[in-house]
């Protein structure tokens, strides 16, 4: 590591203006990461179970926003407008919805029959699950990167040298930064999050409180689904390309980008996945896009090994 | 009738049968108090009643109406609240949140705010903790804000799963004078004790729990004088 840092910073320091343009590219992307890394996390901290197939959720919402971009008669290079802005919202809506749904099912027919299984049963069905949902969208779409629609403004603004942030860029971080606070109020102030803290806590005590855990699981699943397709749809709109195995790379990035931040943390989510998209960015920038995943899993057993409570990690004493 | 009627319960725990044709009977008002040995099956006795752990044979009443195989979470609704053995509060919640919760289940905004009033004013130390994280109290302050939280969902029934556990005594002291004080108000109570000379004190009728069957019952005064009560439980 320390090598590595006595390799960067000179190179850094000696184009500065490359170092803020990946900088601007890592946080675009850590916030995609990040939307995926609290459906992760939330799903965790409530019953326990690294949900696989949560990256592949995530994929699922580009994928179905496609359909419903040319139901709504939107293509490519029409100038925007706030008639395009609209219909890309309720298309997103809808997505969100959908998805929830599928999520919700998900979990009713794959996780809750093994509620009391030993944790290996769902670890393991939650793999299969993820194989099972990319199966369906490469019988859907085919194994080819998938074209999808260019809707966000093209300017950049100029951040000095050569180094710009576009609108793109602005749009995809903003709507990050949107999703994780609406989230982190709504868990710790609307009574559901409070239910859903309390579940994740300890189910008997919930139940004693009268909190139905079935129906506060549920609603987890469909949050995590909400962010997970709202995070599909950003990725399609910034990076224009989508693929059925997407969510595999996406979804293992963002697991990673839970654990840094202390598994089952809200807070620790977004910035782990922050972290884990300029981690990718500068790899991908200064060294070789090659080793990137090497980079990224390193610190998962890194933080795995010496710190698996992760950055936020819980540490109010348990008496 | 009675308030609480547990009627030749059968109750597996895994596999373990804990419960075999246990029955009681709590009127409104009382104070009733079940002793045994550790793994008698008195947290069992709880567990079923509140529905965490449902009978598979025989049947728990609520004023005459079934509630056996009911949801834990709906029995808290029709007014048996539960505070289980190791206090089980949210760790990494405020005090103020848990006490939130303990009213989950109700919709009275008003109500809700007076019970809340009334119970820090029960716990006077709970108040202080108010916005803390639970998990920083101290373990008498623990019980005490399981005991307000199991208050906050305004029980007809509260049951009371080792309330002093590993507690100081002068503590333990004040523990009873609030259960004394809970129930003055209207609330009866079901109570398991370790310390079961001064819960057989506090309460009206007592029942002996031995390997999941009553093998005695009756009124404290004829528990605590029973020789076989003195030698097993009470350490005379």
């Given at each position: ?17 490359f ?26 901290g ?10 592949d959720?995530f ?19 029409q ?11 309720v ?5 969100m ?28 069905t939650a ?17 080819n990167?998938?074209?999808y ?7 950049r ?13 602005l ?6 930064v ?32 009268g ?8 609603a ?9 397709g ?31 931040g ?28 090659q ?29 | ?6 009627d ?27 002793i ?5 099956g008195?947290?069992t ?17 609520l004023?005459?109406?079934d ?16 505070v ?5 509060i949210?760790h990494r ?6 006490l ?29 903790r ?5 998990g920083?109290?101290s373990?008498g302050?623990q019980?005490m ?10 029980p ?7 309330p ?5 005594p002068?503590?333990v ?9 809970i ?6 109570i ?17 029942y ?29």
């Amino acid at each position: 590591m320390a090598i590595l840092l006595v390799l960067f910073i000179p190179r850094a320091a000696s184009d500065p203006s490359f170092f803020v343009q990946i900088l601007v590219y890592g946080l675009a992307n850590g916030a995609i990461y990040a939307l995926i890394a609290l459906g992760y996390t939330m799903v965790y901290g409530i019953i326990e179970l690294i949900n696989f197939a949560h990256g592949d959720v995530f994929t699922l919402g580009a994928f179905v926003s496609l359909p419903l971009i040319g139901a709504f008669g939107l293509t490519e290079g029409q100038s925007a407008s706030l008639g395009l802005y609209a219909a890309l919202l309720v298309i997103a809506i809808i997505v969100m919805l959908i998805l929830g749904g599928v999520n919700v099912l998900i979990e009713r027919i794959a996780y809750r029959p093994l509620r009391h299984a030993p944790r290996l049963a769902p670890l393991i069905t939650a793999v299969g699950m993820s194989f099972i949902l990319e199966g369906a969208m490469y019988i859907w779409r085919g194994a080819n990167n998938i074209h999808y629609p260019d809707f966000l403004p093209a300017g950049r603004i100029s951040l000095g040298g050569s180094a710009s942030i576009g609108y793109k860029d602005l749009i995809v971080i903003a709507l990050a930064v949107v999703f994780v606070v609406v989230l982190t109020t709504f868990i710790n102030r609307s009574k559901l999050g409070k239910a859903m803290r309390a579940t994740a806590q300890d189910q008997d005590a919930a139940q004693l409180m009268g909190i139905d855990i079935n129906r506060t699981i549920a609603a987890t699943f469909f949050i995590g689904a909400i962010l997970a397709g709202a995070g599909g749809i950003i990725f399609g709109l910034y990076f224009n390309t989508v693929r059925f195995d997407l969510g595999f790379q996406a979804g293992l990035f963002a697991f990673t980008a839970a654990v840094f931040g202390g598994i089952g943390n809200i807070q620790g989510a977004a910035i782990g996945g922050l972290f884990i998209g300029l981690v990718k960015a500068y790899s991908d920038g200064y060294f070789t896009s090659q080793l990137t995943d090497v980079w990224i899993f390193s610190i998962l057993i890194l933080v795995l090994v010496f710190r698996p409570t992760g950055l936020l990690g819980m540490r109010v004493p348990e008496k | 009738m009675a308030l609480l009627e547990i009627d030749a319960v059968d109750t597996y725990y895994g596999r373990v049968h804990a419960l075999q044709g246990v029955s009681l009977s709590i009127e409104e008002g009382e104070i009733v108090t079940l002793i045994g040995s550790n793994g008698a099956g008195k947290t069992t006795t709880l567990r079923t009643i509140s529905g965490l752990t449902p009978a598979s044979r025989g049947q728990v009443r609520l004023r005459g109406r079934d509630i056996t195989h009911l949801p834990a979470a709906q029995i808290v609704g029709l007014g048996i609240g539960h505070v289980p053995e190791g206090r089980r509060i949210f760790h990494r919640m405020s005090v103020r949140d848990n006490l939130v919760l303990g009213a989950y289940r109700r919709k009275d905004r008003e109500g809700i705010r007076r019970d809340q009033e009334h119970v820090l004013t029960l716990f006077p130390r709970v108040r202080q903790r108010l916005h803390q994280i639970g998990g920083t109290l101290s373990g008498g302050e623990q019980q005490m804000l399981a005991i307000a939280r199991g208050l906050m969902s305004k029980p007809k029934v509260l049951l009371l799963d080792e309330p002093s556990l590993g507690l100081a005594p002068i503590l333990v002291d004040q523990i009873f004078d609030i259960i004394r004080d809970i129930n003055r108000e209207g609330t009866t109570i079901l109570l398991i004790e370790q310390n079961a000379t001064k819960a057989l004190t506090v309460s009206n009728r007592g029942y002996v729990l031995e390997t999941g069957r009553i093998v005695k019952q009756g009124p404290t005064k004829m528990l605590l004088e029973s020789p076989d009560v003195q030698r097993a439980y009470l350490g005379i």
